[in-house]
C-alpha cells in the first residue's frame, strides 16, 4: 500500500510524505474498559490516552495517541485543543501540526497566485478572436494544465488537501497531455499543421488512464481521506509505477520531436526572431521540467529526498505560465506562428498561374541572392530590381515572398538587415560605430534602422550590445 501511494504522490510530482503509524507500549490498547466496565471506542480511547499522557509529562506517547487518533478519525481539530497546551514546544507536536493543520507562506501563496492568473491567461488566449483557434487553444490548454497543476500543489503544501479530500487526484488527468498539447502547438505554428482523425490517437493513454482513475473519483471523502493519511487502499490500482515510467517516457518522446520541430523552424529565414526565441524559451523551461521530473520520480523516490528537485520542478512551471502570460500581452502574434499570413496568401493569389514548383524554385533563387550575394545591402533595393533578377514579374515575386515567408517585401529586407546586423554588432573587430554598421547593411538613417531593429529584436541596437556584453 505504501509504495503505491508514493507513486501516486510522484505521478502528481507531489512532496512524498513519510506516514508512519506511532506505536504504543504493549498492553496500551485503544479499546479500553471504563470503572464503570464500559467498553468504549477506539477513537475516544486515544483521546483519553493523549491526554492521560499529556497530564503525565510523558510527551512522546501523547503525540503517537494523537497521531493514532487522526489516523483513526481524520480529524484535526484536536491539535488545536486546549488541553495540550504543554506539548506546544515538543518537536513531535510542532511536526505534527506542521504535517496536518492549514499552513501558508510565501512559496505556497506564489504557486496559487501564478496558478490562478495562468488560468486568466488560458482563457483571455482562448478567447482571442481573428486569430488561429487551434493555436491559441493549444497553447491555452497548455498554460491551463500547469496552472491547474500548481493550484493543486498549493493545496498540498497548504495541507488543505486534508479538508477537501475530493482533491486528490485531481490534476491526475493531464498526465499524459503536456508532450502531446506541446507537440502539436508547435506543429501547427511552425507546419501550419491540420489535424486528422488518427491524431486522436495520442489521446489513448489519457483516455484509459482516466478510466483506471473512475474507482478513486468515486470514492467517498472518507476513503479519499484515507488514503491521504496512509490507512487506505490503492490495492486496485497496480498500474501507478508503470504510469510514472510511462509519464516521463510521454515527455521524453515528445520532447523530442517538439525539440526538432524547433530547430527546423530555427534554419528556415522566413522565421520571425520574436516567435524563435519564443519557441526556444519555452522549449528550454519544458525541457528543464522534464529532467527534474525524471530525478524526482525516479531517483527521490528511493533515497526519500528531493524538496528542492521538487520546487526547481514547479519554478520552472510558473516560469512557463509566467513567461506565456507575458507574450501574450506584449506580442501576441508570437503565440500562434505565420499561420494567418499564409492563410491570407493563399486567398490573394488562388487565381494567380503560378505553379507550385515554379514558385519553389523562385524561392530557392532568391534565399540565394539574399543570403550570397546579400541583395539586401542595397539601400535602394526594390521589388521590381529583385523580380528582374529572378527572371519573373513583380506579381509573382510578391507572391513567392508572401507564400514561402510570410512576410511582404520590406519586412523580408528588414529582417535580413537585422539579423546580419545583430552578428556585425556581436563580431565587431573592427570597432564600428552603431551607424556605420546600418549603412553597411543597408540602412541610409539611423531612426530607420533602430525601428526596425526593435521590431525583430525586441531591444534597441544599444539595448543589444549592453545585453552582449553582460552575457
Request: some cysteine; proline content about 3%; aromatic content about 14%.
Amino acid at each position: 500500500m505504501k509504495s503505491s501511494l508514493i507513486a501516486l504522490l510522484v505521478l502528481l510530482s507531489i512532496p512524498l510524505v513519510a506516514f508512519s503509524n506511532p506505536t504504543l507500549d504493549p498492553g496500551e490498547n485503544p479499546i479500553l474498559q471504563t470503572q464503570e466496565g464500559l467498553y468504549i471506542d477506539a477513537a475516544s480511547a486515544l483521546e483519553r490516552q493523549a491526554i492521560a499522557f499529556t497530564k503525565k509529562g510523558d510527551t512522546d506517547k501523547a503525540v503517537a495517541a494523537l497521531d493514532a487518533y487522526i489516523l483513526e478519525t481524520g480529524d484535526f481539530s484536536i491539535l488545536e485543543n486546549s488541553s495540550y497546551e504543554s506539548l506546544k514546544r515538543n518537536e513531535g507536536f510542532i511536526a505534527l501540526k506542521d504535517k496536518y493543520l492549514v499552513k501558508f507562506n510565501m512559496g505556497t501563496f506564489f504557486y496559487l497566485y501564478v496558478g490562478l492568473i495562468g488560468i486568466f491567461i488560458a482563457l483571455i488566449l482562448n478567447a482571442r478572436k481573428k486569430q488561429d483557434k487551434i493555436a491559441n487553444g493549444l497553447i491555452s490548454l497548455f498554460v491551463f494544465m500547469h496552472s491547474f497543476f500548481l493550484i493543486h500543489v498549493a493545496l498540498y503544501l497548504s495541507n488543505y488537501v486534508y479538508y477537501e479530500p475530493h482533491t486528490l487526484s485531481m490534476s491526475a488527468p493531464f498526465s499524459f497531455l503536456y508532450g502531446p498539447v506541446l507537440y502539436f502547438y508547435f506543429k501547427r505554428i511552425t507546419k501550419n499543421y491540420e489535424f486528422k482523425k488518427k491524431d486522436a490517437l495520442h489521446l489513448i493513454p489519457t483516455v484509459i488512464f482516466l478510466i483506471l482513475l473512475i474507482p478513486v473519483f468515486a470514492m467517498s471523502a472518507e476513503g479519499k481521506l484515507e488514503i491521504m493519511l496512509g490507512e487506505g487502499s490503492y490495492s486496485t490500482l497496480p498500474y501507478l509505477v508503470p504510469a510514472t515510467i510511462l509519464k516521463f517516457t510521454s515527455l521524453v518522446v515528445y520532447g523530442f520531436f517538439t525539440i526538432k520541430l524547433y530547430l527546423d523552424s530555427k534554419k528556415e529565414k522566413s522565421t520571425d526572431l520574436k516567435q524563435l526565441r519564443l519557441r526556444r524559451n519555452i522549449v528550454i523551461v519544458h525541457s528543464v521540467y522534464a529532467v527534474f521530473y525524471a530525478l524526482y520520480a525516479f531517483i527521490i523516490v528511493q533515497y526519500s529526498f528531493g524538496s528542492s528537485l521538487l520546487h526547481i520542478q514547479l519554478l520552472a512551471m510558473t516560469s512557463l505560465v509566467l513567461y506565456v502570460g507575458y507574450v501574450a500581452y506584449s506580442n501576441p502574434l508570437a503565440l500562434i506562428g505565420s499561420v494567418k499570413k499564409v492563410k491570407k496568401a493563399a486567398t490573394k493569389y488562388q487565381n494567380s498561374g503560378l505553379t507550385q514548383s515554379f514558385s519553389t524554385e523562385l524561392k530557392e533563387q532568391l534565399v540565394k541572392l539574399l543570403e550570397e550575394d546579400k541583395l539586401y545591402r542595397e539601400s535602394t533595393l526594390k521589388l521590381e530590381y529583385v523580380a528582374e533578377r529572378l527572371g519573373t514579374t513583380r506579381h509573382n515575386a510578391s507572391q513567392v515572398i508572401n507564400e514561402h515567408f510570410g512576410l511582404n517585401f520590406f519586412e523580408l529586407i528588414n529582417k535580413y538587415r537585422v539579423e546580419e546586423a545583430m552578428e556585425r554588432l556581436k563580431n565587431n573587430p573592427e570597432n564600428l560605430n552603431i551607424i556605420d554598421i546600418a549603412y553597411e547593411v543597408g540602412y541610409n538613417n539611423k531612426v530607420t534602422f533602430n525601428k526596425s531593429f526593435k521590431r525583430f529584436c525586441d531591444l534597441t541596437p544599444t539595448q543589444f550590445l549592453k545585453l552582449e556584453s553582460v552575457s
